[in-house]
């Protein structure tokens, strides 16, 4: 089992309507390259299980902006099994660090149910889950799927990516079907979208998206969907 690490990068976030995103993407693409990971048109479905133990500890320290703070999720991708991955994705000093590992379908299964993993642990990320699900009762709270559409540029290891149709469910039992009951968490026509960089933004890449146009937010796809299901 291999496992990933990167180094801590920047993220805005910014709520884009509907009518802003053809405009956006035609200025983006014109300077940057669509993920090869996205389908013939341009997209892919996320579908993420977040994990929170029973106090809501990472539900409130999204809310009061603890720092730093991290969660786990489990992620797959088009509603399929063949790629799934858990990951943590810690926030601090305004920065974000994910690191990452693959997951056997047996071994997301037996995380979900909340059963000990029958093989050895290696990964770090995943050994420190183990951990705190057996300390401190991390078990599934709700899950959060959107379409995506994401650009690529190599200086900056920039991203630019449209997020559509973000949906909550808590039925975390559901994970693995290929449809779920899910109720949208944005107002009607609006979307996101989010820019991420490592040590610097290139400044045509910020002024064609004309960037000072938007107003950065704060923007938990978690949180909001959490407190949907909370509700």
Known sequence: MTESSQKYRHEYKYVISAAEIPLLKNQVKAIMKPDPHAGADGTYNIRSLYFDDYNNSCYYENENGTDPREKFRIRIYNHSSDRITLECKRKESGKTLKTSCPLTYEQADRLIKGLPLEEKVESAVL????????????????????????????????????????????KTEDFFKDVIPKKPIMPAGHHLMEVKFDEFLPDFIYQSLNLGHFRQTTFSKFYLCRKFTLI
């Not at 183990?130 to 959107?146: A, D, F, G, Q, R």
Request: aromatic content about 12%; charged content about 20%; overall charge positive.
């Open 127 to 170: 050994q420190k889950f183990v951990l705190k699900m057996n300390n401190s009762l991390l078990h599934p709270v709700t899950i959060v799927e959107y379409d995506r559409v994401p650009y690529i540029y190599k200086t900056g290891n920039v991203r630019v990516t449209f997020d559509t149709n973000i949906c909550a469910s808590s």
